[in-house]
């Protein structure tokens, strides 16, 4: 049974910063690539961020950029989304999500298991 339990999430002011953690389980997690999304009320989920499965290359969504930073630890089975300078705009609930292929996608629905979600609230 495939488990993606994120963590970290939490109330900060804007400036401020955050490391969020998804611990994954039943799966081969260095086969995976990981990816960070989000979903703020009312609106649709979007990518944040992925990794590939060495690490070795990231890629973000153009607003994070220079903010956020997706690493793994494969030994550990979990991936991290440090996330610093937030702003109000960050607000949302973020997932982690695993994709078995090999290229990295944007696309939600490319991805084959899903955390339950950790929210993060930026106030101004």
């Known amino acids: 049974q495939v488990q993606l339990v994120e963590s970290g999430g939490g109330l900060v002011q804007a400036g401020d910063s955050l490391r969020l953690s998804c611990a994954a389980s039943?799966?081969?997690?260095?086969?995976?690539?990981m990816g960070w999304f989000r979903q703020a009320p009312g609106k649709e989920r979007e990518f944040v961020a992925a990794?590939?499965?060495?690490?070795?290359?990231?890629y973000y969504r153009d607003s994070v950029k220079g903010r956020f930073t997706i690493s793994r630890d494969n030994a550990k089975n979990t991936v991290y989304l440090q996330m610093n300078s937030l702003k109000p705009e960050d607000t949302a609930v973020y997932y982690c999500?695993?994709?078995?292929?090999?290229?990295?996608?944007?696309?939600?629905?490319?991805?084959?298991?899903w955390g339950q979600g950790t929210q993060v609230t930026v106030s101004s």
């Open positions: 999500a695993a994709r078995s292929r090999i290229l990295v996608t944007t696309i939600s629905t490319e991805y084959d298991y």
């Open positions: 039943g799966l081969p997690f260095s086969s995976y690539i």
């Open positions: 990794i590939t499965r060495s690490g070795g290359n990231t």
